[in-house]
């Protein structure tokens, strides 16, 4: 365990762009100007692999802005999950490896 923790611990060096600090930045100076804000409802999952542990979630993006909704638009949100050692703090030894987000086409 020892091990582990000095790897996750280890500092390591990660550019701005890696990071998604500039996306998030100017993401959240709209969030506060514009008010905008996104919500998404789930309407299905799928688990799709067991290892990796995979599970896909089909649903709608709502966007508002101030109390206003603005856009709803089928969305789709991919998450793959590997197991680590079981903690205190995370009891199911879940973490999230990737994530990957998709608008769906709409049907005619």
């Known amino acids: 365990m020892?091990?582990?923790?000095?790897?996750?611990?280890?500092p390591r060096r990660?550019?701005?762009?890696?990071?998604?600090?500039?996306t998030a930045s100017a993401q959240l100076k709209q969030v506060v100007t514009n008010r905008i804000s996104q919500l998404f409802a789930v309407d299905s999952e799928r688990v799709e692999g067991k290892d990796p542990f995979v599970v896909r979630f089909l649903g709608e993006r709502i966007t508002y802005v101030g109390r206003t909704e603005t856009e709803r638009k089928p969305y789709q949100y991919r998450l793959?999950?590997?197991?680590?050692?079981?903690?205190?703090?995370?009891?199911?030894?879940?973490?999230?490896?990737?994530?990957?987000q998709n608008d769906i086409a709409r049907e005619p």
Not at 15 to 20: D, K, P, R, W
Not at 80 to 100: A, D, I, W
């Open 2 to 10: 020892g091990e582990v923790l000095k790897r996750q611990l280890a």
């Open 14 to 22: 990660q550019t701005v762009e890696a990071l998604g600090l500039e």
């Open 80 to 100: 793959v999950l590997r197991f680590v050692e079981r903690t205190q703090q995370n009891p199911y030894g879940l973490v999230v490896s990737s994530v990957e």
